[in-house]
């Protein structure tokens, strides 16, 4: 994060920032909702699902590994996606929290 200076934030705060960076594409959206909808798939299941080249994909799927939001095993020559529940669940909690600071504003009060 060199430019920002990562280093005068939390690490909540960056934690959230590269989540809300993976989910800032929607090839990423759509895989997260095929793996949530399937439970599990293989790579190959995906480039017939969204259309996209398997290199894409690929490099997608390395974005959302790399927030540890997915995981993968691998068996032969394929490669099984799933969500990982424990990074799930802490992304989720993030981005509720930093919801649910907002304290909505009757009308005329606000700016």
């Known amino acids: 994060m060199g430019v920002t200076k990562a280093e005068l934030f939390s690490d ?3 934690d959230l920032a590269h989540a809300a960076k993976a989910f800032a594409h929607p090839a990423r959206v759509a895989i997260l909702q095929y793996l949530l909808k ?3 798939c293989i790579n190959g299941d995906l480039v017939q699902e969204l259309g996209l080249a398997q290199a894409t994909i690929s490099q997608h799927l390395r974005e959302l590994k790399g927030i540890g939001i997915i995981q993968g095993t691998i068996e032969g020559s ?7 529940p424990q990074r799930w669940s802490e992304i989720k909690d993030q981005f509720n929290g930093l919801f649910d600071q907002y304290d909505s504003c009757s009308e005329g009060e606000c700016c």
């Open 78 to 84: 394929r490669v099984n996606y799933c969500i990982n």
């Open 12 to 14: 909540v705060q960056n």
């Open 38 to 40: 399937t439970n599990a």
